[in-house]
Structure formats: structure tokens, C-alpha cells
């Protein structure tokens, strides 16, 4: 997309029910995808392109329904395969904004070879999965993301795996932008995504996703205001790791983990950085929403600029133009050894 | 003095082990033979395993060419002249020989050890056990150990020669000139000078060898083929595919976009179109069979022409996201170069086992256009067919070839670009009317709206979709509607497909219907059933699905029908379904081509039992 477009594109702004398609959304009353697709309809007309450049793809799952209720390009994939949907997409037209709605089954179960894939490539489009710690479209078995122990009606004695950390299998991954949001934190959900959907390069978004149907609460304590700032740190960068309801603790790095600590006002702070935070600190701060204890960091993991795969795509051919120069069809079929009979 | 004999035909079998470079010997002949204007058929066979433990029976790989001064269209049936390289390559081989056929036999590999590994207990180059061959036992090694004796290389370096000194041979004998294999050791072996020097020395040692030592009686010419005017080239099956896919996407004015996963024998086509990023094509290796033919369909949303290339294992793999394509409606060129199977079965031999899963292999009422190439030229223009009908259409169209024509080689006529018709099918403009699932009552294809359109905007999936919006619909009477309309547009594509080749009367005793690969042995078959007096009719199918609408009539003509294919009886059964006939198969499942000299006698059990 070039300047102009974009400037013109300010002239004329779009307003979040140019976003809004006709079709009646289905969820379930009460359930946190409203709030995602709020925030979505929202953030567009603020991201500055062209609505007919975008395109929303999705698996299966409840989640993935999220494509037909924009008003944008949609495609409403098969279980699991979304990346390698948009995968397609973006390097055919890199020109269009892509966005992937995925769910915990979707993406780290079913989808997890894609999912890791496309993070490794790098490939410019943004990833939102909506983790609700459960299989709500089958009607509730425990998900890669479920606690251990989980009762449901695939485990009703319990549940016997350990669940993915999906920041920890993102930034492992490699994806270049890697962040937490909850869908009732409406406000930071938003400014995430729009980081996100800036961002060039594979964008990561978990969003903590509450099914009020088959596992209401489990993100209860870090999303209830009363609960929340003693148990969510928010991660912005250049800030310290400070949280508690009086905003009276904070992370401390004793160079080999992270401890809670009262905060003091007098010792030198230390602060996020979400481009070149070193791999032990990036993964032990991703870690500990695995642990007893510890607050559960929600923003920007990682932000960090690399070459996007469907650049050095586009800049490979022009640079194989540029040395053997544009392709002609007759000599492509004449290319090796020919003989003439007259 | 030798004397010189004309044949009008010859077929000659490269055999030894894995790591000899018989592969590159055959092409090499190959290469060499089509230059001279003789007509050819090539079939690699070869073992799965890279390098097979030396001198072992499933370690000996193969290259069997069948060249000609008249029209041909098989490697052939029976060895005229075999190539051993060891005493495995000759165990495993001897069967193919004619009787009194020549074995150029490399004498030096004829050890104790390699004649044990190959289960000889005495030395068969001696024992009196090849009376009935012309047997010529040369030592080959040695010989070209002493050719490169002023070379500095080791020893062990000089024997990876011994592959040329043997082709130096073959092409005495059957009188090839040196320059295209000498100026191709060049081009191969650019910067590497002493492998340059040892390699021509070694082709050069062998031809002097053969023209000055008194052991070959007789030089073999054989006249160059009769054939239509215009330049050639040779082509293997993969080569055709995808240069046809070049084409027709530049015709087609859609960027080509090819999704894959190396697999046995479909890489090449990977390969070949991962060179040609200067003609805007657009290659992604994905992280497996899924994401590769995923791709390929987000691709065609967006309006370039996917395509994926396989083999079975992968098209299983991809099945779900075929019917996907078949339901969202967007084009996609399914390739799947067939082998062995089931599983991974014989992953560098060739089948037609896979036709059933063209046809059914997805769940749900899921039909496409399948059409299968007859011969590795023919690959290029079905290539072109498939992808147009799948952007005319807007599904997905399978297209079959198979090991023997991904691999196998012949002369091509190459077409002029300029006579290709262009492939002009509209997408939707900004500013139309648009519904994603109108469709154009003359072929019942929707037309596509890819993104970047402003105003046309819209959703598709794999939930069944209301008739003319694309909206999510669970409407009884939509979906058993949607279900047809879907089938006959596959049935529309009768309209817009050359006709099938058919020769013979139109009624008569013995109708024979082929598909695919099968073509070439097929026409060998017919010829010779003909020369016995049989008159019997024959049709080759390309276009599978749909059926060309004339066999409905002309099948009931017929007292027996015959339906040779290279499996347990797959489209016999679809024509027996079809047709209500009491169609016969006639399958040989061995990995290999059919072999003429069997199906003519299949034919004549027809004629005899009258």
C-alpha cells in the first residue's frame, strides 16, 4: 500500500460499522468473542487500510466463525489450517492485511505444525488466538491449553497432559511479535491488536477468552477488577515490571529468575524491553504464567523488526529478473538440447 | 573390420548399482539418441534407497530406453542389448533379454564377494550358464583405470568413470557421435577440470576400445525417425507438467503459485519450477502435504493459479482441504505423479492405483474433473487443460500421470507460444453486482471475486452455503440443491475437452477403453492385434471425469469390452457402474509398464474364444 492511498484513505475514515457484515452473530450469549469482535470493528478504521485489502481466515472452532461477522474478505478455513491458508494469501498478494482467528484446539493441537511454521517464516500477517482452556464447539473436552488434572467429558477423571504456553511455543517459535491480551480488558485488547496489526512480520496475539458455558472463570482472577492488578503484571516497554492493587510490587531479575519483591522507590528499576530482551529473561517472563505465585504478564512480549518472508520473496524474484532477466515462454520450452527436422 | 547392420529398432537396459550413475548413463544415451533424430521412449527403474549396500539384488537400478527409426511408444518389452555393471545388475536383468540378445558385461565386478551378494554360485561369464546371448565380457574397471592412468586422481575416483567408458561402448555400437555427451561432461563438471578430463578420457576409452579391439563384429545403425517437421526436444513427464503450468498461467494473465512437500517421484516438479522465479512463479515448500496444497488454495482466493503436486501418501494427506476447494469453489490444479501403493508401498515405481481416490477419496458428495496424460509429452498439454478447466470452472480438477511418465523420456515437438490460446476467464469487478455463488448457466461456474475488489466483499467457507449469496445455509432443500448444482458443473466440462482419441469401427467385437500411461503400450498392442487380423476398436481416455459423452453409445456396440490398467480394476468398475456393461479388466500390478506381447494376447483370448 503506497502514502497516497493511505492519506486518502484517512480523508475518507471508515467507522466500525463499515466493518460490520449482515450476518447475525452466533455465539453464545455472554461469551468472550463479542468482546474480541468489538475491539476488532474498532481498531480497523484506525489501521489505515483500505477495507477490501483485508482478510480474516479462521480454522474451526468457535472462534473461527469470527470471519463471517466482518465485512471485510473472509475465508472460513477447515480445522487447524489457517496459516497455511493465509500463508497462500499473503505471499499471492502481499498487498493485503491478514489476519488468522484461531482458537487453543485450532492452533496448538490440531494446527500446531502449522502454527509454528508460519512464526518461524515470519510471513506478515497477525495471529489472534482466542484461549479458552476447552473445546467449546464439540461441547467441552479439555484442550492442549487445559489444566492438568481438568475434569470433562473426554477426562471425566482427570485430564493427564501438561498444557502449551502458547507466548512460551510463540516466542520459541519465532514469531517477531508476541503478546497477551483478555477480553475483558477491553481498552488493552484493543491497542494490542493495533500494535499487532501494525507490526510487520508474524504477530502473536493470545487473548485470554472466557466460555461461560463449558469452563466459565478460568481466567477469573486475572480478568475481575477486584482480582486483577494482584495477579496480572502489564508488560509496556521501557517500564519497570511493577503490579499489586496499590501498585506496590514488581518483578525482580536476580540474573537467573524472576522474584516477587515489594517495591522501592530508590534502587535502579528494571525495565521491559520488548526488542532485545535476552532469551533466559523472555522465557522465564513467559514461564510464569505457568507458576504459583507469580502474576501473569499481560502486553508485549516481543517486538522485533526482521525481514518478513513474503519480502525476501518478492525481492528474490525481482533479483533473479534483475540476472537472468523477465522469463520468455518460447525459450523456457526451447531451454536444453534441441534438434530440427525439417 | 566390423560390418554394419540396419535395425528399426532397438531397446537397451543401463543396469548395475545405485551408486554406478546408471541413471546418468541412460539419460545420457538418451540425450544423445534424440539429437541423432531416432524416435525413443525411456523408463527409469530404480530402487527407492539412495544408495543401496553395493552389489545387493534391490540395490541394482536400471534405465531401459527403446529407440527407433519409426513412430514408437514404449521403452519396450524385451532387452535387445543389456548393460551389467555387476553380477546383481545381470541376476536381476538376464529375464529381460532376448534370446540371443548381447550383454556388454562389466567383467572386473564379477568378484567372489559380488557373485555371492547376488546369489551366483559359480561365475556366469564362465560357466557356459549365457550359451544362447552374444556375451561380451569386458573389464571394464581396469580398462578405465588405464585410460585416466596419467590423471591424478585416486583409484577409487577413477572407477566413478567406469560408467562412461561403458557408454563409450554403446556408442560405438550403435554408432552415436560423442559431442553431446562430451559437451554436457563439460557444462556438468564446470571448475572441476580433472573430472572433466577423466570423465571424456573414459567415454573416449570406451568407444576406441570397442572400434579397435576385434571382440565387436558388428556396428548397428538405425535410421532416423519419420517424424512431422519442427524442432524437438526430449521432455520427461515432470518436465511437461510443469512447463504446461508456466504457460498456462502466463495465458491465464494469474502469477503461478505452486504448494508442495518433496515427495517420490513428484519432487521434480518442486525442482523444476522453483528455477523459473524470473517468470513471476511463485514456489513455497511447505511444512508438510496440508500446508502445501492449503497454500495453493488461499493462493487461488487471491487470484493466482494454485497448484500442488504429489504422490498418493500426500493427496491422502491433502484430501480434506481437496473437498474444501470442491465446496468453496475455488480453482486449484491437484498433480498426483501415482506409485506404487498402498502406503508407501513402492515409492519409485509406477501405478494407476490412485484413480478411486481422484474420484471418491473425500467425504461428503464431492465431485472434480479428472483427467490423466498419456505419454511424459502429452504432460504438458494436459497441464494446460487442467489448470483452465479449474479456473473456468472454479474447482479444483485432478490431474494423474504417474512414475513412469514423470520419469520416463521422448522426443516433443515444442509448440509455438504464440499459437497457445490465451485462457481468458473473468474475475469480478469493482462495481458489479456481485453474489459469490451466481453461476453462469452455460458451465454453472460462479464467478470469483478475489481480494483487493472494493465493494465486493464477502465470505466463503467450508459450511454448506446458500445458493447465490454463499451465506451459511442448513436449509434441507439448499443443500440437496447445492449437491446437484455442484455435480453438474463437473458434467458441464464434457463441453469444453478435446474429444478422446478412438480408432476401429464403431461396433464390433472387442472394444478396448484405457486411461493414462497405459497409452503407449496400448497402441503397441492394438498395431500388432490389427497386423494378426483382429479387428478390434479402441478409445483413450484423458478426461476421466467427466466421461466423454460418446462412449455411452458406442460401449453397447460392442460384444466384449476390455479395460487394461495397472491395478486391481479401477476403472473397469466405474464403467461397469456407469454403464451397465460386462466390462473385463486387465491389470498387471507389478510397478512396471504393461507389457505389449501380454495384452496382445489378452486381446486375442477374445478373438479365439469366438
Redesign the interface.
Known amino acids: 500500500m503506497n502514502t497516497i492511498e493511505t492519506l486518502e484513505q484517512k480523508e475518507k475514515k471508515y467507522t466500525k460499522e463499515d466493518f460490520t457484515?449482515d450476518?447475525e452473530v452466533r455465539w453464545c450469549p455472554g461469551c468472550g468473542d463479542y468482546s474480541i469482535l468489538a475491539q476488532m470493528r474498532r481498531l480497523l478504521p484506525d489501521l489505515g487500510v483500505?477495507?477490501?485489502?483485508?482478510?480474516f481466515?479462521s480454522g474451526i472452532g468457535c472462534s473461527s466463525r469470527f470471519?463471517?461477522y466482518?465485512?471485510?474478505?473472509?475465508?472460513?478455513?477447515?480445522h487447524g489450517?489457517a496459516?497455511?491458508?493465509?500463508?497462500?494469501?499473503?505471499?499471492?498478494?502481499p498487498?493485503?492485511t491478514v489476519f488468522v482467528i484461531t482458537g487453543d484446539g485450532d492452533a496448538l493441537s490440531i494446527g500446531g505444525?502449522?502454527f509454528i511454521?508460519l512464526c518461524r517464516r515470519n510471513i506478515d500477517v497477525t495471529v489472534l488466538l482466542f484461549n479458552n482452556r476447552i473445546y467449546g464447539l464439540t461441547k467441552g473436552q479439555y484442550s492442549p491449553t487445559s489444566e492438568r488434572g481438568k475434569i470433562t467429558k473426554s477426562s471425566p477423571y482427570g485430564s493427564l497432559e501438561e498444557p502449551f504456553n502458547p507466548v512460551k511455543m510463540a516466542l520459541a517459535a519465532g514469531a517477531t511479535f508476541v503478546a497477551r491480551s483478555m477480553d475483558r480488558d477491553p481498552k488493552h485488547l484493543e491497542a494490542t491488536l493495533l500494535e499487532a496489526a501494525r507490526h510487520k512480520g508474524t504477530s502473536f496475539v493470545e487473548i485470554y477468552q472466557n466460555c461461560n458455558i463449558f469452563n466459565d472463570g478460568a481466567f477469573e482472577k486475572y480478568t475481575n477488577i477486584k482480582t486483577r492488578f494482584d495477579n496480572v503484571v502489564y508488560l509496556k516497554n521501557e517500564q519497570e515490571y511493577r503490579f499489586g492493587r496499590e501498585n506496590d510490587k514488581h518483578l525482580f531479575w536476580d540474573g537467573h529468575r524472576f522474584r516477587v519483591e515489594e517495591w522501592k522507590a530508590t534502587e535502579k528499576p528494571l525495565t521491559h524491553t520488548t526488542d532485545n530482551l535476552p532469551a533466559s529473561m523472555e522465557f522465564a517472563l513467559a514461564e510464569l504464567s505457568e507458576l504459583e505465585d507469580f502474576p501473569v504478564p499481560v502486553g508485549v512480549f516481543r517486538k522485533r523488526q526482521a525481514e518478513t518472508y513474503d519480502a525476501l520473496?518478492t525481492k528474490?524474484?525481482e533479483e533473479?529478473?534483475k540476472s537472468?532477466?523477465?522469463?520468455d515462454?518460447?525459450k523456457?520450452?526451447?531451454?536444453?538440447?534441441?534438434?530440427?527436422?525439417? | 573390420m566390423s560390418q554394419s547392420t540396419h535395425l528399426d529398432q532397438v531397446t537397451i537396459r543401463f543396469a548395475g548399482d545405485s551408486g554406478d550413475g546408471m541413471q546418468l548413463t541412460g539419460t545420457q544415451f538418451t540425450n544423445t539418441t534424440a539429437m541423432v533424430g531416432n524416435d525413443l521412449s525411456t523408463l527409469p527403474d530404480y530402487p527407492a534407497e539412495i544408495r543401496a549396500p553395493a552389489g545387493t539384488l534391490f540395490g541394482v537400478s536400471g534405465f531401459q530406453l527403446q529407440f527407433s527409426s519409426h513412430e514408437i511408444h514404449t521403452p519396450g518389452d524385451q532387452v535387445d542389448v543389456l548393460v551389467a555393471m555387476n553380477p546383481a545388475a545381470l541376476k536381476v536383468n538376464l529375464q529381460h533379454l532376448r534370446d540371443n540378445g548381447i550383454i556388454i558385461a562389466n567383467a572386473d565386478a564379477f568378484s567372489i564377494r559380488n557373485l555371492k551378494l547376488a546369489g551366483y554360485e559359480q561365475n556366469p561369464l564362465e560357466d557356459g550358464s549365457l550359451e544362447g546371448f552374444q556375451l561380451f565380457s569386458v573389464p571394464i574397471t581396469r580398462l578405465t583405470r588405464e585410460a585416466l592412468v596419467d590423471v591424478a586422481m585416486s583409484s577409487r575416483d577413477k572407477d566413478r568413470s567406469k560408467n562412461f567408458f561403458a557408454l563409450g561402448i554403446t556408442y560405438w555400437m550403435f554408432s552415436r557421435p560423442l559431442e553431446v555427451t562430451l559437451k554436457w561432461i563439460e557444462e556438468k563438471f564446470a571448475g572441476k577440470p580433472e573430472l572433466i578430463e577423466a570423465n571424456k578420457k573414459a567415454l573416449n576409452a570406451g568407444y576406441s576400445y570397442a572400434l579397435a579391439t576385434e571382440v565387436f563384429t558388428t556396428t548397428y545403425t538405425v535410421e532416423k525417425a519419420k517424424t512431422a517437421p519442427g524442432t524437438y526436444r526430449k521432455i520427461t513427464g515432470n518436465e511437461a507438467v510443469s512447463l504446461g503450468l508456466i504457460v498456462a498461467a502466463e495465458k491465464s494473465g494469474r502469477p503461478l503459485f505452486l504448494g508442495g512437500y518433496p515427495i517420490t517421484p513428484a519432487s521434480d516438479i518442486l525442482h523444476i519450477l522453483a528455477k523459473y522465479r524470473h517468470y513471476d512463479v511463485k514456489t513455497f515448500q511447505a511444512e508438510d502435504e496440508i500446508a502445501g496444497v492449503g497454500s495453493a488454495i488461499g493462493a487461488s482466493y487471491s487470484g493466482a493459479l494454485g497448484v500442488t503436486a504429489s504422490s498418493g501418501p500426500g493427496i491422502a494427506l491433502k484430501s480434506e482441504f481437496i473437498g474444501y476447494a470442491v465446496m468453496t469453489e475455488i480453482p486449484l490444479v491437484v498433480i498426483n505423479v501415482q506409485r506404487g501403493g498402498p502406503s508407501t508401498g513402492l515409492p519409485t515405481k509406477t501405478e494407476q492405483a490412485d484413480l478411486f481416490q481422484a474420484f471418491y477419496g473425500r467425504n461428503g458428495e464431492a465431485p472434480l474433473p479428472i483427467v490423466a496424460a498419456k505419454s511424459p509429452a502429452d504432460c504438458f498439454q494436459t497441464a494446460m487443460e487442467a489448470a483452465h478447466m479449474a479456473i473456468k470452472f472454479a474447482t479444483p480438477v485432478f490431474l494423474l500421470t504417474d512414475g513412469y511418465l514423470a520419469n520416463g523420456a521422448e522426443p516433443w515437438l515444442i509448440p509455438d507460444v504464440a499459437d497457445i490460446p490465451e485462457i481468458k476467464e473473468p474475475l469480478a469487478l469493482a462495481g458489479e453486482e456481485y453474489l459469490p455463488y451466481k453461476r453462469d448457466p452455460k458451465t454453472l461456474a460462479r464467478t470469483m471475486a478475489v481480494p483487493g475488489t472494493e465493494g465486493l466483499e464477502h465470505r466463503l467457507g467450508g459450511l454448506e452455503k446458500e445458493d447465490l449469496t454463499g451465506n451459511v445455509s442448513y436449509d434441507p432443500e439448499n443443500h440437496h440443491n447445492m449437491v446437484r448444482l455442484r455435480r453438474k458443473k463437473v458434467e458441464k466440462v464434457a463441453g469444453f475437452i478435446p474429444p478422446p482419441d478412438f480408432s476401429g469401427e464403431e461396433r464390433g467385437v472387442l472394444l478396448i477403453i484405457s486411461w493414462g500411461s497405459t497409452y503407449g503400450t496400448v497402441f503397441s498392442a492394438v498395431e500388432e492385434a490389427r497386423k494378426q487380423g483382429r479387428q478390434l476398436s479402441w478409445i483413450h481416455l484423458r478426461w476421466i471425469n467427466p466421461l466423454p459423452e460418446m462412449l455411452g453409445k458406442l460401449i453397447h456396440n460392442f460384444k466384449h469390452v476390455l479395460v487394461p490398467e495397472i491395478n486391481a480394476g479401477q476403472l473397469v468398475k466405474i464403467i461397469r457402474a456407469e454403464y451397465l456393461v460386462d466390462a473385463r479388466g486387465f491389470d498387471r500390478v507389478r510397478g512396471l509398464p504393461l507389457q505389449t506381447h501380454e495384452l496382445v494376447e489378452e486381446i486375442s483370448s477374445y478373438f479365439e474364444e469366438q
Open positions: 457484515s450476518q483500505k477495507k477490501e485489502n483485508v482478510v481466515v470471519p463471517y466482518m465485512d471485510t474478505y473472509g475465508l472460513h478455513g477447515i489450517r496459516p497455511a491458508l493465509a500463508s497462500g494469501i499473503k505471499l499471492a498478494n498487498d493485503l505444525n502449522h511454521h520473496l528474490q524474484i533473479v529478473k537472468k532477466g523477465q522469463g515462454l518460447q523456457l520450452l526451447e531451454s536444453g538440447n534441441t534438434w530440427h527436422v525439417d
